[in-house]
């Protein structure tokens, strides 16, 4: 049984530049969100996704956007990258039901240079 | 805003110590507590939860202890082991009325050492 599986594993981008990640769910599980972890804090809540549309939505900029397609998976892209957004994105995914386990994969390292 | 304070930033006990990590929050709409375990190259793997209803909860040799007055909460590693050896983090869920949908908000983290 798959879990959270993301890709890609690490990136590197210049400043002002766009970036997508991808996210694809445990099997049965219908919501995505989408946390960044700067280096040696906890993770922050992006948004997330139930249903193709975005439900809650954390304190990120409109440079922050995402997706989920009708097979549960999802995209987080960021748009006019700045030094600040270097940190490791991380995919969870769970049940509809707030108190289910919300299941991570491994994240993507970003570095902007 | 650091809605939920975890604290000591980092730990180190020998093997078999009993680590204790705590937590603080102050928005009394948090009703769901679930720790997670986060070892270096890896994401966040869920622990244990408790809900405020519940004073101790014991899952193998981790234990959460849950103060509601307070607005505390607790983890005890019983018998810790080197490979115990991890970044620890406990979050909060908030009811905000059906709107909350799971926005898990994170403590700082614990970095824990057992040592041989």
């Known amino acids: 049984d798959a879990g959270v599986t993301q890709s890609p594993t690490h990136l590197i981008k210049t400043r002002g530049q766009q970036v997508t990640l991808r996210c694809s769910p445990k099997?049965?599980?219908?919501?995505v969100s989408w946390y960044q972890q700067a280096l040696g804090q906890g993770p922050q809540f992006i948004f997330q996704y139930y249903e193709e549309e975005e439900r809650q939505r954390g304190n990120f900029p409109d440079r922050f956007s995402g997706h989920q397609f009708p097979n549960y998976s999802s995209e987080l892209n960021v748009n006019a990258l700045l030094l600040g957004d270097s940190a490791l994105y991380l995919c969870?995914?769970?049940?509809?039901?707030?108190?289910?386990?919300?299941?991570f994969g491994d994240g993507t390292r970003l570095s902007i240079l | 805003q650091q809605q939920v304070k975890q604290s000591p930033q980092s730990l180190i006990v020998q093997k078999g110590g009993i680590p204790i990590i705590n937590c603080a929050y102050e928005n009394t709409a948090f009703d769901y507590f679930p720790w997670y375990q986060q070892f270096p190259g890896k994401g966040p793997a869920l622990l244990i939860a408790?809900?405020?209803?519940?004073s101790e909860k014991k899952e193998g040799r981790f234990t959460i202890s849950f103060n509601k007055s307070a607005k505390q909460f607790s983890l005890h590693i019983m018998d810790s082991q080197p490979g115990d050896s991890a970044t620890y983090f406990c979050?909060?869920?908030?009811?905000?009325?059906?709107?909350?949908?799971?926005?898990?908000?994170f403590g700082q983290g614990t970095i824990l050492t057992v040592h041989p």
């Open positions: 969870a995914s769970s049940l509809k039901d707030r108190r289910k386990p919300q299941h």
């Open positions: 408790i809900r405020p209803d519940v």
């Open positions: 979050a909060a869920i908030p009811n905000a009325g059906g709107t909350s949908y799971g926005k898990l908000t």
């Open positions: 099997s049965g599980h219908d919501t």
